[in-house]
């Protein structure tokens, strides 16, 4: 089965569980028109907010609740837009403010020159390369015998990835009031040599959504809309979830 993986071992430091919420508090959020509770021991920490303008662009924003928002608040936005048949990026922004950390990144599609201009650097790539939001995009839109075990090339700041999908089962999720048929998956992310430098320090997020010890698994409506209904992430024994809210 695909979810047995063993870990090393990592100590157990605050600043790893909010690395690994911000990845998910990132990808849990994609859905347009769906909001996601994401919670750590059953406590809620944080909210995310979609906007879909059309069908190619996403406007997701992520903000903190609760405790985490005295501790580490964050309120961040992230915008994306891609080729509907190809999936692939024609354009990215991001605005972070998370602690005393602020940043702004833009990168869009270059079709002459084949690549993404972030600023003045230029990285090459093939036009139908997808982000981690383009891959989001097509487990919420297509079947899983046409996503399963393939390897797609992923620009993420900079760095070249592959990424696939690996379907595991289907199964039945409990969303609180509601119980959705899903296909699950395990999301895998791998790098490559291909890289360039494009900022000296980045987002929670960005850092560590790429990383290859990051156990990443999504459950997706079977029929119907197909939204993503449930999502995990565990690292070292921490396991965080989000699960749709359907009220």
Not at 45 to 58: A, D, F, P, V
Not at 74 to 95: A, C, H, M, S
Not at 222 to 247: D, H, R, T
């Amino acid at each position: 089965m695909i979810l047995t993986k063993k870990l090393p071992f990592y100590k157990n430091k605050p600043k790893i569980r909010v690395m690994n919420y911000m990845v998910w508090v990132f990808i849990l959020s994609f859905l347009p028109g769906q909001t996601y509770n994401l919670t750590v021991w059953g406590i809620k920490i944080g909210e995310i907010n979609l906007e879909k303008n059309n069908r190619e662009s996403i406007q997701i924003s992520t903000k903190s609740t609760g405790l985490i928002n005295y501790f580490w608040p964050f309120d961040n936005l992230y915008k994306t837009t891609f080729d509907t048949v190809t999936y692939g990026i024609r354009f990215y922004e991001k605005k972070i403010h998370q602690g005393e950390f602020k940043q702004k990144l833009r990168g869009v599609w270059m079709p002459e020159q084949k690549g993404v201009l972030y600023g003045t650097s230029l990285a090459l790539r093939p036009d139908d390369c997808q982000t981690i939001f383009t891959i989001l995009a097509r487990v919420s839109r297509q079947k899983a015998k046409d996503l399963d075990t393939k390897w797609y090339q992923m620009e993420h700041e900079g760095e070249l990835f592959k990424a696939r999908l690996l379907w595991a089962d289907s199964i039945n999720v409990w969303t609180g009031n509601d119980s959705i048929f899903c296909d699950h998956y395990r999301l895998d992310i791998d790098s490559t040599e291909n890289k360039i430098k494009i900022l000296d320090q980045t987002d929670y997020f960005s850092e560590n959504i790429t990383r290859s010890n990051l156990i990443k698994q999504l459950w997706v409506e079977k029929s119907g809309e197909k939204k993503i209904i449930q999502a995990s992430a565990q690292i070292s024994g921490l396991a965080m979830k989000a699960i749709i809210n359907l009220e």
